[in-house]
């Protein structure tokens, strides 16, 4: 199992900026696709972003794309989520996943390992 930590959150206005961080621990990281997947209470958890074990290939939701980057680092066991021009609807609870060969993957089931999640809050 991974454990995984998320830190980050907060409350920002529409058009600015957050950087999401999750710290790994546990089994080998390098070993995992990694995702970030959002919340919001009544819906399901949706897929944001992914990386590859060794971070050279990513994808993104198309709601996302050209405003978030998915980067992670092996050697600190850390992925993170670069979030630029924020929307309202960009709001809910972040969280960071980890699985085996579950890149390309977007349903949360391909995931194995959650952290508790952050929350993002995008204000008009």
Do not use: H
Request: glycine letters at 14%.
């Amino acid at each position: 199992q991974v454990r995984l930590v998320e830190s980050g959150g907060g409350l920002v206005q529409a058009g600015g900026s957050l950087r999401l961080s999750c710290a790994a621990s546990g089994r080998t990281f390098s070993n995992y696709d990694m995702g970030w997947f959002r919340q919001v209470p009544g819906k399901e958890r949706e897929f944001v972003a992914g990386t590859s074990r060794t971070g050279g290939l990513k994808n993104y939701a198309d709601s996302v794309k050209g405003r978030f980057t998915i980067s992670r680092d092996n050697a600190k066991n850390t992925v993170d989520l670069q979030m630029n021009s924020l929307k309202p609807e960009d709001t809910g609870v972040y969280y960071c996943a980890a699985g085996v060969s579950a890149y390309g993957r977007t349903r949360y089931s391909a995931y194995s390992d959650w952290g508790q999640g952050t929350q993002v809050t995008v204000s008009s």
